[in-house]
């Protein structure tokens, strides 16, 4: 089922009411000025083309222009993909990570048909497994673009929404909610490729690390000692070239 796009309130009401009933709906919040949105909008775009999807209902949400939709799921960060069914939400993942929403959507459909998940991994899955290993050439290219992904990256453990350890709440919740800024956000537990090799690509040893325009600013000590100096280091650092 195509995308639809949602412009209001009454819209998404009358859509969930109406149209969800006992289906699955995805639902894709997004902002136009993050980066990650956009390749994951063209991902959700995508599945709901597919064939296989066609009973799923997806739903766009501009997180910006509809912030009470947001604010109902309690959406910090984008992009957001929720899961939900008969108004219970399923599934919740925040970031740009595709593989884990396809996985979560053919887990919840299947659930649907009551057809049971496959208790077993084949040969043919770990030597696929092996053959996507990455290079260290090709995770610091990936590294590269995680951290130009959204003008103001932070790596963390967990959500912004559901933060894994004291030191991310507060850089994600104490810090950049109270300065308002907006911000993309990774979380290093879902990807211990990235957790470790962050800590060479920074020569940062801890998380939370806080990027902007590409690069290293420190952790909370350092972010913290920043704004002491500069009420206004965000701008300043957006700013700079």
Request: negative net charge.
């Amino acid at each position: 089922m195509p995308v639809v796009e949602i412009k209001d309130q009454d819209k998404f009401t009358n859509l969930v009411t109406a149209e969800a009933a006992d289906r699955l709906t995805a639902l894709y919040f997004y902002a136009p000025w993050a980066e990650p949105c956009k390749y994951m909008g063209e991902v959700f775009k995508a599945l709901s083309d597919e064939p296989s999807n066609k009973d799923v209902l997806f739903l766009s949400i501009n997180a910006d222009d509809n912030s009470e939709i947001a604010e109902s799921f309690e959406v910090s960060a984008v992009p957001c993909l929720i899961i939900v069914r008969k108004g219970t939400i399923l599934t919740e993942l925040s970031g740009a990570n595709p593989k884990q929403f396809v996985k979560a959507l053919n887990d919840h459909k299947a659930s649907l048909q009551g057809t049971p998940e496959p208790q077993q991994r084949s040969i043919t899955d770990e030597e696929d497994e092996d053959e996507d290993e990455e290079t260290e050439e090709e995770l610091n290219e990936r590294l590269t673009k995680l951290t130009q992904a959204a003008p103001i990256m932070l790596f963390m453990k967990g959500s912004p929404s559901e933060p894994k350890c004291g030191f991310s709440r507060q850089m994600a919740v104490g810090i950049l909610r109270e300065h308002q800024v907006r911000f993309g956000f990774f979380d290093i537990l879902k990807d211990s490729s990235v957790r470790e090799g962050l800590k060479k690509f920074s020569d940062w040893p801890t998380f939370p690390q806080l990027y902007v325009k590409g690069e290293f600013q420190g952790g909370l000590d350092i972010t913290k000692e920043s704004l002491e100096e500069d009420p206004e280091f965000f701008e300043h650092a957006l700013q700079s070239s």
